[in-house]
């Protein structure tokens, strides 16, 4: 579980399904990501899938928990998902967010995952991540420059075009400083 001011970021439950489901519906949500589960059998098998990817390399997606009214307003994540449309964005955990429309706005996917990023760069030996990116998704684009991602090169993914952005590599610990 990652603590932020406003935040807790804690693994999906069982118990989540409906909060994923009304995510899943949320038409601002829908507008850029897909592949988000219609039914109570696709968001099982997103809670039973963000659970394993954490089981199989010790990182993955959290359900973002608003510690003032204690509901899921949306997801963060790091993960591997082998989309293979570049060797870089395979070789590196991919980052990912998902905010509701009530959730947007208020500062709370860069508080979520700046927790989450500061975790993964404390907690695995990952030096970097990449995401991607809609080009028409102004907002996450936005975000993913606040949180240090910078644009590495337009793709296609699904037939659609997307932005690849990447965060600088940090140092091996105990690396010398670059020079100035």
């Not at 790091?78 to 449309?85: L, N, S, T, Y």
């Not at 975000?143 to 659609?160: F, P, T, V």
């Not at 140092?171 to 400083?177: H, N, Q, R, T």
Request: charged content about 25%.
């Amino acid at each position: 579980m990652i603590d932020t001011e406003r935040l807790l970021l804690r693994p999906y439950e069982p118990g989540d399904v409906p909060a994923i489901l009304a995510l899943s519906a949320d038409p601002d949500v829908r507008r850029f990501i897909s592949n988000l589960p219609d039914s109570e059998e696709g968001a099982w098998t997103r809670v039973l899938r963000c659970a394993g990817h954490w089981s199989l390399f010790g990182f993955g997606t959290l359900a973002v928990v608003e510690r003032a009214s204690d509901r899921v307003v949306g997801e963060v994540g790091a993960g591997f998902f082998r989309r293979g449309v570049d060797p870089m964005l395979d070789s590196v955990p991919e980052a990912s967010w998902l905010f509701s429309s009530d959730g947007g706005g208020r500062g709370l996917a860069f508080e979520a995952m700046t927790g989450l990023l500061r975790w993964l760069a404390q907690a695995t030996p990952h030096d970097r991540v990449a995401c991607l990116v809609e080009p028409v998704n102004l907002a996450s684009l936005k975000l993913a420059e606040k949180l240090g991602l910078r644009r590495i090169k337009d793709l296609s993914y699904r037939q659609r075009p997307f932005v690849l952005l990447a965060s600088p590599a940090r140092p091996p610990a105990g690396a010398a400083p670059a020079p100035r």
